[in-house]
Structures are given as structure tokens and as C-alpha cells.
């Protein structure tokens, strides 16, 4: 089956046709690590409301991607804008810069500032329009548009250029207790609820919550041996990124906005894109394979319940629409892959390119050939094979025809040549393409300095689920839908 584009889908959705009602406010939630087998396997614990109505009333399809996907950004960024990275710019969560031959976050942006955050980050190398925008662009300025999410990457990109405000949790240094923090790029700054929240002691007072299981752990499907002998506890400050605290912290800034900023409560459409959560703190797969993860399900069920009915009082539940989707986070475990006979092993891009340095110094003398590799590029320094007035073209094939030689390799092309194959080409833009690109066999995980994961999603085709809620839709589409049609219909 052809692989479907996500924001083809989103598109579709999100756009109002003729024959429907167009409802006041949309909330749009992305949601960490959420699958659709984890969905079916907890469906028996689903009480009224939340995920249990969203099963029995929503528009239901699984949605996959053109591109590889590493559990990063790429895929937020994909969804959003209903492209691929080669057009909207977003590989991976970082990108290597040549000026300096260092990894910086994609999002990195020096001409902002943080607000209650160490962090200077902007959408500014998102390069396509996303759902914001062009809900920005369609309706106009009295749009109202807010983000609220767990991590600066994924609200940033949720938020896009266009939303008035957006806020993630953070802190003023590394290691400080995580409060709502904001990016001077939007033009509302961190909003006033967010503000509120962080003053009166409300965040404080969510992330001290105790995480204990909400059933007796017997009644878990998935229970570790540890699990099985002492439960499971945590105090969530401690994991806050992690546990249900973050989303009832993202749940309640969203209504405290809704309300405060009257979302929904006069004819123009407006706004509302949310991040949530299923990860855990010792998860190492999006599969379900523990207690706790069965219970951040249930979680997820509580917060999504209380949204809706919460807006289904303030707003009617004829004027508002939910798109709940999934996001690969950790994809397939390792143990998983090695009991079907395909343990992963790891490739090494910076070690790779230490070889490649190694090799061409063989070949044109001892000379700094290579500035670095970083995801699946190997980098060369143009600036010294200009001065040496050798041909990029000859050492680009070159380096291209080693890295086959390489263990793990699937193929390896000079830059030039990537569209020879589609998904490599569809997975990277000018930004992070370097002079020689390749692709890695299944079973194989990307990793940088110290053995540090960069691809954290090795299963070679993962899908994410898509439900989408309303009231004021007379008709649903019939069959799989693509990501663009979605995003149309979203926006």
C-alpha cells in the first residue's frame, strides 16, 4: 500500500467545507508515544467521556509517513505543515552548522529571547506554512491562536508562526524547577494565564502530586516482574516531563486560556494546539510493555474527558471540534526486534566521518578534509577543496562509494544524486543535507558521540492514529485518509 502523507489528511480535515458547520474553536492534540495498538489494548478501561467517546464517535484512521522518521521533530513539523522535510525544513531535532562545525537545535535562534527560559528559540527554520498560519491567513487577525505543550520544540512548531502566544514547560536554567516559559517571538510574549499559574503556585502545586497506579497493579495487563513485586511511585516533580502532571498542567492552561481569552465564543474560528503525553520515565518503547505506561493511558483518558467536558459546557459541543493524534516517540524496543531475530546495532555518524577524514587523507595528503557528519550526512570542507582546486564531484562520489563499504550502510549518494532515492530525498532539506547522504539498513539505530541515539524510532514504516471529533460535521470521508487531507480538513 502506497504510503500516506499526513498533512494531506490534515489538511483536508481541518478546512471547512460547504456542507458543514464551521465550529468556533478547534483543538488540535498531539500526543507523545500515543499508537494505535495501545489505544485498542486499553479500550477495556475507558469509562464515559474522553477516549471512550472519541472510540465510539470519532472518525477513526492510521496516517504514515513519506520520510524517515527518527521520534523528533520531523514528525510534528510534517504534520503541521503537510509537507516533507525536504520542503519544510525540519530533518531532525538538530542540524550541523558548518561555520562552526558544531550541532545546534534546529530551533535555535539568537535573535530572541527566552522568556523565563535559558532557551532562544523561534520557528523561523520551519519553511512552510502550518495549520496556524494558514488558519492565520484564511481568517484573519481576530483568530485567536494559542499553543500549550510539555517541550519548546514540538509547542513551537505546533504554535508556527502565526499564533498569538505559545508556552512549554521550562526553567531559567537546566537544572531550576519547570515552570510555563515562553519565546519573545510571538508577539502576546508568555501569556498572562501561564504567568498566572507560575505566580499563585499552581504549577508547583500539580507537579508535587504523587504518581501512584490508579488500579491495584493485579489489574494491569503489563506489569514488570519489578512492578509485580513493589508497584510503582513517583513524585512527579521529579519526572514532571514525564508523568500525568504534564498533561494535567497542559489541560488546565488550556481552559484557564479558553476561558480568560474567549476562545470560541463569537463567530470567528479559533484556535487551540496542544501537547500531551503516554511517555514515561522508564518507557523504552511506544508499545506498551508496563504498569505505569498502561496508567499514563489512563491519564490521558482522565485530562482528554475533562477537556471536553469542560468545553462542552463553556462553548457547546456543536462549536467545537477535537483532532486527537499520535506522535512515533520511541518506536519499537530494542528487546522487541531482537526476539524477532533482528537485534539493533548501532552506527556511529561521527565515527563514520572520522573513517571518511582518515581515508581521504590517504588518498590528497594529511589535510582537514572533513568538517563532521551529523543524522545521515557526512560534511566536507568545501572551503579547503576549493583552495586545493580539486573537483567536490570527484571526492563526493568517492566518499560515497567508502561509506558503502560500511557495515550497517544501505546505500550512500553524493548529494546531487539523492533523488534517486525518493524517501532519503523526502527526509532532508539544504539545511541538513551534506555533501554525501545515506540510508541505513533495518535494524539499525543512528547515534552520535558517546553512543548517544539519534534515531529513536527503527521500525521501518511507523503509523500514528488519528481520531477526529465533532458535532457540527454532517458527513465523514470514507476509507484511509492522506496527511494533507487531514490538515485540510483541520484547518
Request: aromatic share 8%.
Amino acid at each position: 500500500m502506497m504510503k500516506k502523507l499526513l498533512f494531506n489528511t490534515l489538511f483536508f480535515f481541518l478546512f471547512p467545507l460547504a456542507v458543514w458547520a464551521t465550529p468556533r474553536l478547534t483543538v488540535v492534540v498531539l500526543v507523545d508515544g500515543l499508537n494505535t495498538t495501545g489505544l485498542n489494548e486499553m479500550r477495556q478501561y475507558w469509562p464515559e467521556g474522553g477516549l471512550r467517546t472519541l472510540a465510539e464517535e470519532a472518525y477513526q484512521t492510521t496516517l504514515r509517513f513519506p520520510h524517515l522518521v527518527y521520534g523528533g521533530d520531523e514528525t510534528t513539523a510534517s504534520l503541521m505543515t503537510g509537507v516533507a522535510p525536504s520542503e519544510h525544513g525540519v530533518s531532525m531535532n538538530h542540524c550541523f552548522v558548518r561555520q562552526d562545525r558544531k550541532v545546534h537545535s534546529l530551533l535555535e535562534d539568537s535573535h530572541e529571547k527566552g522568556i523565563g527560559t535559558y532557551l532562544h528559540f523561534s520557528p523561523r527554520a520551519l519553511l512552510a506554512p502550518t495549520i496556524t498560519d494558514n488558519w492565520r491567513m484564511r481568517i484573519g487577525r481576530d483568530a485567536k491562536i494559542y499553543a500549550v505543550g510539555i517541550h519548546p520544540e514540538t509547542t513551537i512548531l505546533l504554535a508556527g508562526h502565526a499564533a498569538d502566544a505559545c508556552c512549554w514547560l521550562g526553567g531559567v536554567n537546566p537544572y531550576d524547577a519547570l515552570h510555563w516559559v515562553s519565546t519573545s517571538f510571538y508577539r502576546a510574549g508568555l501569556p498572562a494565564e501561564a504567568d498566572e499559574m507560575n505566580v499563585n503556585g499552581r504549577v508547583a502545586e500539580i507537579s508535587q502530586r504523587e504518581w501512584k497506579p490508579r488500579m491495584d497493579i493485579s489489574m494491569y495487563n503489563h506489569p514488570t516482574d519489578k512492578e509485580k513485586r513493589s508497584s510503582f511511585s513517583y513524585r512527579s516533580q521529579d519526572v514532571l516531563l514525564t508523568s500525568p502532571a504534564a498533561n494535567a498542567l497542559v489541560v488546565e492552561l488550556a481552559l484557564s486560556i479558553q476561558k480568560h481569552q474567549h476562545l470560541g465564543e463569537d463567530l470567528t474560528p479559533d484556535l487551540l494546539m496542544l501537547e500531551m503525553t503516554t511517555r514515561t520515565p522508564k518507557a523504552t518503547s511506544d508499545q506498551i510493555l508496563s504498569a505505569e505506561q498502561e496508567d499514563m493511558y489512563l491519564s490521558l483518558n482522565q485530562e482528554i474527558g475533562f477537556l471536553m467536558e469542560q468545553l462542552t459546557r463553556r462553548v457547546g459541543a456543536e462549536h467545537f471540534e477535537l483532532v486527537v493524534m499520535g506522535k512515533p516517540a520511541l518506536g519499537i524496543s530494542h528487546e522487541t526486534m531482537a526476539l524477532a531475530g533482528m537485534p539493533v546495532q548501532q552506527f556511529s555518524v561521527d565515527r563514520a566521518a572520522a573513517l571518511t577524514a582518515t581515508y581521504l587523507m590517504a588518498i590528497y595528503g594529511h589535510e582537514r578534509w572533513v568538517d563532521g557528519g551529523y543524522g545521515q550526512s557526512i560534511f566536507l570542507n568545501r572551503t579547503l577543496i576549493e583552495q586545493k582546486r580539486l573537483s567536490i564531484e570527484t571526492m563526493q562520489r568517492q566518499v560515497a562509494n567508502f561509506l558503502m563499504e560500511f557495515e550497517g550502510v544501505k546505500c550512500a549518494y553524493p548529494a546531487s544524486e539523492i533523488h534517486a532515492n525518493p524517501q532519503l530525498h523526502n527526509s532532508l532539506n539544504k539545511r541538513s543535507l551534506g555533501d554525501v547522504a545515506f540510508s541505513l539498513q533495518s535494524g539499525w539505530q543512528l547515534v552520535y558521540e558517546e553512543q548517544t541515539p539519534i534515531d529513536h524510532v527503527i521500525d521501518l514504516d511507523p503509523e500514528i492514529p488519528l481520531l477526529y471529533w465533532s458535532r457540527s460535521r454532517m458527513a465523514f470521508p470514507e476509507g484511509e485518509m492522506t496527511i494533507r487531507q487531514i490538515n485540510k480538513l483541520i484547518q
